[in-house]
Nanobody
Framework: QVQLVESGGGLVQTGGSLRLSCAASRSIAAFSTMGWYRQTPGNQRELVASISSDGNIINYAESVKGRFVISRDIAKNTVYLQMNSLKPEDTAVYYC?????????????WGQGTQVTVSS
């Protein structure tokens, strides 16, 4: 079990930037991956970006490549999502995820979410 607390969401104009933070209650290095997902009403939660426990494997959704950057601070147990060149279609609730893979199963932990709204 881990508590994840997101912050940094808000209202921004098209082309603007936001940085989301996800503070974990224990070491993020213990998790297989840390990631950011987003969800809009009526749609499934989708992966935005993820980073592996060793930091060597980073994945981005095609829609955010070149605009978003995921990073982490192991000492602060915090994962960040720097979002640049924001578009109205980036509007969503963003969730932090800590995933632990044990054998063939994945155990997910989620934060409460933070709203990002991009105005046109």
């Amino acid at each position: 079990q881990v508590q994840l607390v997101e912050s940094g969401g808000g209202l921004v104009q098209t082309g603007g930037s936001l940085r989301l933070s996800c503070a974990a209650s224990r070491s993020i290095a213990a998790f297989s991956t840390m990631g950011w997902y987003r969800q809009t009403p009526g749609n499934q939660r989708e992966l935005v970006a993820s980073i592996s426990s060793d930091g060597n494997i980073i994945n981005y959704a095609e829609s955010v490549k070149g605009r978003f950057v995921i990073s982490r601070d192991i000492a602060k147990n915090t994962v960040y999502l720097q979002m640049n060149s924001l578009k109205p279609e980036d509007t969503a609730v963003y969730y932090c995820n800590a995933a632990q893979k044990i054998l063939s199963r994945t155990y997910d932990n989620w934060g409460q979410g933070t709203q990002v709204t991009v105005s046109s």
